[in-house]
């Protein structure tokens, strides 16, 4: 699961316990992968929008 999903889950569902410890790994490697914007404004809308 992604973390910031899990972090959101585990901290707004009343019914989880959350005094267990977790052990976080990652899967995959981080991703090469992002954004590149030819504008500052369309950057900044994009962010917005998001």
């Known amino acids: ?4 999903s899990f972090n959101y889950f ?8 959350t005094t267990q410890k977790i052990d976080q790994f990652t ?6 992968n992002g ?3 030819k504008s500052k ?3 900044d809308d ?3 929008q998001l």
Do not use: E, H, T
């Open 27 to 32: 899967l995959f490697g981080k991703s090469p």
């Open 41 to 43: 404004k369309v950057r």
């Open 10 to 17: 585990r901290a707004n569902i009343k019914d989880i316990d």
């Open 35 to 37: 954004y590149l914007f």
């Open 46 to 48: 994009f962010n917005l």
């Open 1 to 4: 699961m992604d973390k910031q």
